[in-house]
């Protein structure tokens, strides 16, 4: 399981006192969902500010580094496909 997953667990759910209580007994009663199973706007709040409207911004702001190491470095970084989808996800992810 990831660090940051998305669970279903399927079973009972019973209200005692204003308080959930989950009972499960059974294997395969819980699973993780991958990418694409879940829509993660459902869970997680998004920002005020449109994501990719944020990144090009971080990219703009890399472009004024000086050293140019540091800036090649950023580059590598932010400009990696599996870093840059964390980008479309919600910023409070």
């Known amino acids: 399981m990831r660090s940051l997953s998305i669970i279903i667990l399927i079973k009972n759910l019973y209200l005692f006192s204003s308080l959930a209580e989950i009972s499960y007994n059974e294997p395969a009663t819980i699973k993780v969902l991958e ?54 996800l919600p910023s409070s992810l």
């Not at 998004?46 to 890399?62: F, G, M, P, V, W």
């Not at 540091?70 to 964390?86: G, M, S, T, V």
């Open 35 to 88: 990418d694409g199973q879940y829509n993660a706007s459902d869970f997680i709040k998004s920002a005020k500010k449109d994501n990719e409207l944020l990144y090009s911004q971080l990219l703009e702001n890399i472009q004024q580094v000086v050293n140019p190491k540091i800036k090649e470095l950023l580059l590598n970084i932010f400009e990696n496909a599996e870093i840059k989808h964390k980008f479309s």
